[in-house]
């Protein structure tokens, strides 16, 4: 089973071929700039949840 950080880390990417893939125009980039940084920091929570001191700490962070 693959660990949460690596399959955070393959949406992002799939996020991030997806947005490329849009339109390039003023009704499509605004949403897709949205999804691209909603998808990226996914993955920055994870890693900040890792980096917790206590159990306590790290069911916090992956919790909000």
Not at 1 to 23: C, G, H, N, Q, W
């Amino acid at each position: 089973m693959e660990r949460i950080d690596e399959r955070t880390y393959k949406f992002a990417l799939r996020i991030i071929k997806l947005v490329s893939a849009l339109a390039h125009n003023s009704t499509a980039d605004v949403p897709g700039k949205q999804v691209l940084r909603s998808s990226t920091s996914i993955g920055a929570n994870v890693e900040e949840a890792y980096a917790a001191v206590s159990a306590r700490e790290f069911s916090q962070k992956m919790t909000s």
